[in-house]
């Protein structure tokens, strides 16, 4: 016979006293079948993770495949007709004013989508697209273009590709590569600069690519527009070595902080020549929200200590004067009171970067909610009124948007908390349900029907698909640390990139489990943990945490817990104490 420690325990039963032995045997029973349902359920989530990994991977294709049979060379797939349109100058143009009259398209699916052929581990068609740009794209075209969407969509992607073809552990590339998507990169930068020439330094949201900025063109723009360009700009000068790009990115994001309110709040629409606001209501939401985003991403990707004080200064005003609950609400940026009661869908990224910022709780809490409106509608309307309980009657489109999946991701990559995979089988679920067609994927027209549209935005293909599927295969990123920029476009955190963080800062530090830290690497970046070996008193070890947030008066003097921030050791809640001190007076 066989012994194992499993018979011997058992065995070891007969020996004892009745209800000691029945006690014993209860208990090792137990034993062995949580072991085997823990056992059980791990084999039932591998088997469902990679299920759902090619139901994602055949959506990504569907859709791909389409736009390469129906539109390509062309900027975008019209899935119902089977045609195309070249977007570009359509894009942020509600009004198509100046549209061109002999633009052919710049193939803008196919740079999109680059990227997730690399993490779907396609190749082939990867270097097949990289080839037919190299030869094909040029950008000296007479098209008047948003320069955030030119640079998250174009720029972007041309960079990402750039580096996933360059990196040799990914083995993209089989053929020769001589940098042809940095110099497309290069050549669409310095298009961009034209645009930066004012006053201000705050950039005009339209560029002609030919022609640089127009005459008489509007001087109005966005938040976001004007302060989302500095990962993708401060990206090709660290490539190309020319500081122009980073320069002009990062002086119209200093101007605009210092155009912020006295409570750190900014708002949705100014102009670039006056530099006065236009739009006094500020929120996490359209026209502002990739601004937040941009700074916690940058200091990841650059760790220059400037855009984390910036972040954590602006996400503490959020939470001061947006939150309610679960919800955010608009305010206006001079008094911090609230002006619009409404969930935006672009807002759903939020969770995902409070993953990044560490508040996990106040992550879930949030994601929560806009999966219960997804639930609600079948899919995510593009404005939901608050306080009226429902869609507003004019915005009850839904164009693709990836910003849900892109926060289920995060939260589940966090957490591994398998339940976030069951929400993105649900979203999985409604996609082909209701908005897959024989020519690729349609945007909703009205949730409330789920009437079409004949558009299949890029974006689905860049990252829709693409956190979909990073949602049940994370190999890519296990690999890599990797920042994805708003467009999710991947692009690898090296720590030659990074400026020294100082030698002194006045909050707590978090300490680096590996020792010595590389080019003053951020915390964020290296994913160290708020609170490990803290046994060491290495200064060169020391630093900040990813969930620190600074109190608001640096003499930590504070009127109400509001006051105060988030302790970067302990990632505890400070308080406002009774002799006005922000501390940790509260016991766990």
Not at 40 to 61: A, D
Request: charged share 20%.
């Amino acid at each position: 016979m066989r012994y194992t420690a499993s018979s011997s325990i058992m065995m070891s039963c007969t020996l004892l006293h009745p209800k000691k032995r029945l006690f014993l045997c209860l208990l090792v029973s137990l034993a062995f079948f949580l072991v085997v349902v823990d056992t059980s359920s791990q084999q039932h989530l591998e088997v469902k993770k990679k299920l759902m990994r090619e139901k994602v991977r055949q959506m990504f294709y569907h859709a791909y495949d389409n736009y390469m049979a129906y539109a390509f060379p062309h900027d975008e797939l019209k899935p119902l007709t089977k045609s195309f349109t070249d977007s570009l100058s359509e894009l942020g143009n509600l009004k198509l004013e100046h549209l061109p009259t002999d633009y052919n398209g710049s193939a803008v699916t196919l740079v999109e989508s680059l990227s997730s052929l690399a993490i779907l581990g396609n190749s082939s068609e990867f270097e097949k697209g990289v080839h037919w740009l190299s030869d094909n794209l040029i950008f000296d075209i007479d098209a008047r273009v948003n320069l955030f969407e030119c640079n998250i969509r174009v720029l972007g992607g041309l960079i990402s590709a750039h580096l996933l073809a360059i990196d040799p552990t990914n083995r993209l590339i089989q053929g020769s590569y001589n940098n042809q998507l940095l110099q497309l990169a290069e050549d669409l930068g310095k298009r961009f600069l034209p645009a930066f020439e004012t006053p201000t330094g705050l950039p005009y949201a339209w560029i002609n690519l030919k022609n640089g900025v127009m005459e008489n063109e509007t001087t109005e723009t966005s938040t976001s527009g004007c302060g989302s360009l500095i990962l993708e700009m401060g990206a090709l000068s660290r490539l190309t070595g020319d500081p122009r790009f980073e320069s002009a990115a990062l002086r119209a994001l200093r101007q605009l902080w210092r155009m912020r309110s006295s409570l750190d709040l900014l708002g949705t629409t100014l102009d670039v020549v006056t530099g006065e606001w236009l739009e006094y209501s500020s929120s996490i939401g359209a026209g502002v929200d990739s601004f937040y985003e941009y700074l916690l991403k940058a200091y990841i990707l650059f760790g220059k200590e400037d855009y984390w004080q910036m972040f954590s200064s602006a996400y503490l005003a959020s939470q001061k004067y947006f939150r309610h609950g679960p919800w955010y609400h608009e305010a206006n940026m001079w008094s911090g009171k609230p002006t619009y009661w409404q969930l935006t869908s672009l807002q759903a990224f939020w969770p995902g970067l409070q993953v990044l910022a560490g508040d996990i709780a106040a992550a879930n809490s949030t994601h929560r909610e806009f999966f219960y409106v997804w639930e609600k509608f079948g899919v995510l309307p593009e404005r939901y009124l608050l306080d009226h309980q429902m869609i507003h009657p004019t915005m009850k489109y839904y164009p693709l948007r990836p910003e849900l999946a892109e926060s289920t991701f995060y939260l589940y990559q966090a957490t591994k908390d398998p339940w976030y995979l069951d929400v993105g089988e649900a979203m999985v679920k409604s996609l082909n349900l209701y908005t897959k067609v024989p020519g690729g994927f349609a945007s909703v027209r009205d949730v409330t029907t789920m009437q079409l549209e004949d558009h299949q935005h890029s974006f689905f293909l860049a990252e829709t698909c693409k956190y979909l599927y990073l949602l049940f295969d994370d190999s890519f990123v296990a690999k890599r640390n990797y920042i994805f920029t708003t467009e999710g476009h991947p692009i690898q955190v090296v720590s030659s990139w990074h400026e020294k963080l100082p030698k002194s800062y006045s909050g707590n530090w978090t300490l680096s489990k590996r020792g010595a830290w590389e080019s003053g690497a951020s915390a964020l970046s290296l994913q160290v943990c708020p609170s490990i070996a803290l046994n060491s008193r290495r200064p060169e070890q020391h630093r900040e945490s990813a969930c620190h947030v600074p109190d608001e008066k640096i003499n930590h003097r504070c009127w109400s817990n509001k006051e105060c921030g988030v302790d970067a050791t302990t990632c505890r809640q400070r308080s406002c104490s009774g002799v006005g001190y922000c501390g940790l007076w509260n016991p766990l």
